[in-house]
């Protein structure tokens, strides 16, 4: 059975930081492409950030410079390291896995990841 746990959430002040994590067991980890995707209420899910099994790093525009993902494969974990969080981060934020390590772009759609954890709530204030 593959699960997929986030952990992590919570409510900070604008300027804060978090650390999430996304515990993956059932799975050969190395061989997915991990990913972390947030939703807004209202709003579509959107991609956060990638990385493969080689440590490439994908980001999407906004999160640039302020949060870091990384992987630990020997533990089967994926981490999102958010700092200097804005309001706009606020969101329901999910891990998921994709298999094929080597295709992991920010092209890569949604409905190619075939696991998803349950999700960890981060809200922002100003």
């Known amino acids: 059975q593959v699960q997929l746990v986030e952990s992590g959430g919570g409510s900070v002040q604008a300027g804060g930081s978090l650390r999430l994590s996304c515990a993956a067991s059932?799975?050969?980890?190395?061989?997915?492409?991990m990913g972390w995707f947030r939703q807004a209420p209202g709003k579509e899910r959107e991609g956060v950030a990638t990385?493969?099994?080689?440590?490439?790093?994908r980001y999407t525009d906004s999160v640039k410079g302020r949060f870091t993902v990384s992987r630990d494969n020997a533990k089967s974990t994926l981490y999102l390291e958010m700092n200097s969080l804005k309001p706009e981060d606020t969101g329901m934020y999910y891990c998921?896995?994709?298999?094929?390590?080597?295709?992991?772009?920010?092209?890569?759609?949604?409905?190619?990841?075939?696991?998803w954890g349950q999700g960890t709530q981060v809200t922002v204030s100003s």
């Open positions: 059932g799975i050969n980890y190395n061989n997915y492409c």
């Open positions: 998921a896995a994709g298999l094929s390590a080597y295709w992991c772009s920010s092209s890569r759609p949604r409905a190619s990841y075939q696991y």
């Open positions: 990385i493969d099994n080689v440590d490439t790093m």
